[in-house]
């Protein structure tokens, strides 16, 4: 338990470091060769994590909340060259903010617990990391949407918005459709209701939107990335705590 | 007509998206026979939502708008009608099959035998079902969590089949799934002179006198029902008198009890292709190569 927590510390110091170093930008070069040790440490605790407990880091709140940072913090390696100066500076504070949550989670959240048997199946490979891809790039998109607010007029951001919410609504639908199968193989039925489901077919309705609108409606667009946004926080926090259902564990 | 299709299918969606989202704070789920006396949770059935004519409708809706959208060539690109074609059939094929699927529980003790036609109320599957054993598998750490469960199944007498959590048996077109278990306690009854053995709902009769055994839904107290009198204990059995006889009444063994779900899902495979074939037309329409 502690070594996870130390792992944790060390990739938010090195973030930290590269967000410090992001800012004044004579440095730049200094945050620059600290992300790639950060992503490794929070990789790192990713495998730690997923040995001590002997199943994929998915399997619960606290689990999800240290692969979210991860998957986020990959688009600092992959996507580098399409990152310009204020996105790769609030990926990196989002990234950090994200692992802060994740220290302060209280500790029984924490716990390792051996998976129940309905998480025994294949389909959870596929359902929960489809969300969490998806969940990567809506913060993707809404840091993109909120620069598309100060800067209205720029094609280029505008291009990149549409690619990120077209990553996340296409995982969003596999989340669900594998969700559904799985859900057939488990409980006999495809679609039940829960209320897990129904605020993800909330998330996708509500993203539907941006496909609706006209391409020159910038500040809709954005508008709607930030919206389902603050719906898919819900989905993932809210649901989990505030309503009862059937995907309690999650 | 045209360009009031999209204005019509932002505005079914938005009124879908506010009740399906209000409904998720009030639906009874645990208590489906509660009605609340609020007025918006009564005027939009909030509370019963997803059966409710009015989700129904809407769904409707929003696929004829689809329809229209395809239809009077509102969509200018071929894969953009594909993909909401799909999207539109899917839909239909999930109305349809949430009004004529079936489920149903089955509860089946240890050495049980159950007759399945009766279970599903259909003549046609005249086969018997009996639980062999009920096996539970824990996980080697200290938490000593349940693992697995697995029901053995003897069907026909003569087909040995395991039923466990994501490994559903097929019967027909119905589908048999490990939904959960419970520990039920057999009790040993002991009246005057006379002895018995008898389980949770079950009903014994002892010189004209009917006795039934129920157990509290916080399982922390059963009720001893003989006649029209009543006696609270507690689950581990005690000692009591009614109408006179003498009761010694005592936990003896407790045996599992396998709760099995019976589903009849008829468009799931259709519903698969369809599925997959939204998925293909969504990244089709998503990166495809402009000209």
């Known amino acids: 338990m502690n070594f996870e927590l130390y ?230 926090v809210g649901v989990t705590f505030i309503l009862p259902g059937l995907h309690s564990y999650t | 007509m045209k360009k009031y299709i999209l204005p019509m299918f932002q505005v079914v969606t938005k009124i879908i998206i506010i009740l399906l989202s209000l409904s998720t704070f009030f639906i009874q789920r645990d208590h489906p026979d509660n009605t609340s006396d609020h007025l918006l949770v009564k005027l939009f059935s909030l509370d019963h939502f997803y059966n409710s004519g009015l989700n129904l409708f809407l769904f409707s809706l929003f696929i004829l708008l689809i329809l229209f959208a395809v239809g009077s060539k509102r969509l200018n690109i071929p894969i953009q009608v594909v993909l909401h074609l799909v999207l539109a059939l899917a839909f239909i094929v999930i109305i349809y099959d949430k009004t004529c699927n079936e489920h149903n529980y089955i509860t089946l003790c240890e050495g049980e035998t159950l007759q399945f036609s009766e279970a599903v109320k259909d003549p046609k599957h005249n086969h018997t079902i009996k639980l062999e054993k009920f096996m539970i598998d824990y996980h080697d750490d200290y938490t000593n969590m349940v693992k697995a469960y697995t029901s053995q199944l003897i069907i026909d007498n003569r087909d040995t089949t395991f039923l466990q959590v994501n490994k559903p048996v097929k019967i027909g077109h119905y589908r048999l799934y490990q939904n959960a278990y419970d520990k039920i306690p057999l009790y040993h009854i002991k009246i005057d002179e006379a002895e018995f053995n008898i389980s949770i709902d079950d009903t014994l009769t002892f010189n004209n006198n009917s006795i039934y055994i129920s157990m509290a839904e916080n399982r922390r107290t059963i009720t001893v029902h003989f006649n029209e009198q009543q006696k609270r204990i507690s689950p581990m059995g005690g000692t009591f008198t009614m109408n006179e006889f003498e009761f010694d009444l005592k936990m003896e063994d407790v045996v599992f009890q396998s709760i099995i779900e019976v589903a009849s899902v008829r468009g799931m495979v259709l519903l698969l292709v369809l599925g997959l074939a939204y998925l293909t037309t969504l990244g089709i329409a998503f990166w495809r190569k402009k000209p």
């Open chain 1, 7 to 236: 792992f944790l510390l060390v990739a938010s110091l090195l973030f930290l470091i590269s967000l410090f170093f992001s800012i004044n930008f004579k440095k730049e070069k200094i945050g620059e060769s600290m992300i790639f040790p950060a992503i490794f440490v929070q990789f790192l605790l990713l495998v730690v994590r997923s040995w001590s407990a002997k199943h994929p880091p998915f399997t619960n709140m606290y689990e999800t909340m240290i692969l979210l940072p991860f998957l986020f913090s990959l688009r600092l390696v992959l996507w580098k060259k399409q990152l310009e100066g204020n996105t790769r500076f609030g990926v990196i504070f989002l990234v950090l903010l994200l692992n802060m949550i994740a220290i302060l989670v209280p500790g029984p959240m924490k716990e390792i617990r051996p998976l129940m048997p309905a998480l025994n199946s294949p389909w959870m490979y596929i359902h929960v990391p489809s969300y969490f891809v998806a969940y990567s790039s809506m913060l993707m998109a809404a840091i993109l949407a909120v620069m598309t607010l100060i800067r209205k007029d720029d094609l280029v951001l505008m291009k990149k918005l549409d690619e990120e919410v077209k990553i996340a609504f296409f995982f969003l639908n596999l989340g669900m459709i594998t969700g559904a199968i799985w859900a057939y193989f488990s409980w006999g039925t495809y679609w039940g209701w829960d209320t897990k489901e129904t605020w993800s077919l909330i998330n996708i309705l509500v993203l539907s939107y941006y496909f609706h609108v006209r391409k020159s409606e910038t500040v809709s667009k954005a508008a709607i990335v930030i919206f389902t946004l603050l719906t898919i926080i819900f989905t993932y």
